[in-house]
T-cell receptor, first 115, second 116 residues
Framework: AQSVAQPEDQVNVAEGNPLTVKCTYSVSGNPYLFWYVQYPNRGLQFLLKYITGDNLVKGSYGFEAEFNKSQTSFHLKKPSALVSDSALYFCAVRDGGTGFQKLVFGTGTRLLVSP | ETGVTQTPRHLVMGMTNKKSLKCEQHLGHNAMYWYKQSAKKPLELMFVYNFKEQTENNSVPSRFSPECPNSSHLFLHLHTLQPEDSALYLC???????????????FGPGTRLTVL
């Protein structure tokens, strides 16, 4: 069965500094990896995904994530954080088989960007 | 968020009430999902409908009853709920059975449910 770990409950960053939100995963087959963001009182918004190909994936709002197969990680990054990036971030993984495969989410990491 | 809409956004109900949550997707997808989001816990998948047929039911209590009349609409009927059922209920949709990269789930804004 697949699983996702987000080891940090909260990440604090000053505006303008680079940010990293960590995610490690476990899956039996090829991983399909996703990042979502959730703002207060809102649903989850899709940021980016890795299916195959280039290990560096670029997504919405200047975010990117690096797939590292040997370390089974998919950390979310942004070169320069904005106060408006403050939100709850979820990593998710599914097995890359055909048909329906359950998407498993981590517990979320709260990102706080200070002015 | 206009791709997937949910109503109502907030709901307060007593344990003896019957209510329904509604979800509608405008993305042309063929699969819809109900998730439960509680504080400090991972999202819990409750139900999955693929081509209007229920394909997953993750041991959800019978006081939650899903209905999917067509591929664009999904309901969650609630009755005799417990206070621990208070949570944010999220609906999502995706396009299954396409090629890789098509199965991204898109979420609605959720219904904040409080059971008194």
């Amino acid at each position: 069965a697949q699983s996702v770990a987000q080891p940090e409950d909260q990440v604090n960053v000053a505006e303008g500094n680079p940010l990293t939100v960590k995610c490690t995963y476990s899956v039996s087959g090829n991983p399909y990896l996703f990042w979502y963001v959730q703002y207060p009182n809102r649903g989850l918004q899709f940021l980016l995904k890795y299916i195959t190909g280039d290990n560096l994936v670029k997504g919405s709002y200047g975010f990117e994530a690096e797939f590292n197969k040997s370390q089974t990680s998919f950390h979310l990054k942004k070169p320069s954080a904005l106060v408006s990036d403050s939100a709850l971030y979820f990593c998710a993984v599914r097995d890359g088989g055909t048909g329906f495969q359950k998407l498993v989410f981590g517990t979320g990491t709260r990102l706080l960007v200070s002015p | 968020e206009t791709g997937v809409t949910q109503t109502p956004r907030h709901l307060v109900m007593g344990m003896t009430n019957k209510k329904s949550l509604k979800c509608e997707q405008h993305l042309g997808h063929n699969a819809m999902y109900w998730y439960k989001q509680s504080a400090k816990k991972p999202l819990e998948l409750m139900f999955v409908y693929n081509f209007k047929e229920q394909t997953e039911n993750n041991s959800v209590p019978s006081r939650f009853s899903p209905e999917c009349p067509n591929s664009s609409h999904l309901f969650l009927h609630l009755h005799t709920l417990q206070p621990e059922d208070s949570a944010l209920y999220l609906c999502a949709s995706s396009q299954i059975a396409g090629g890789p990269g098509t199965d991204t789930q898109y979420f609605g804004p959720g219904t904040r449910l409080t059971v008194l």
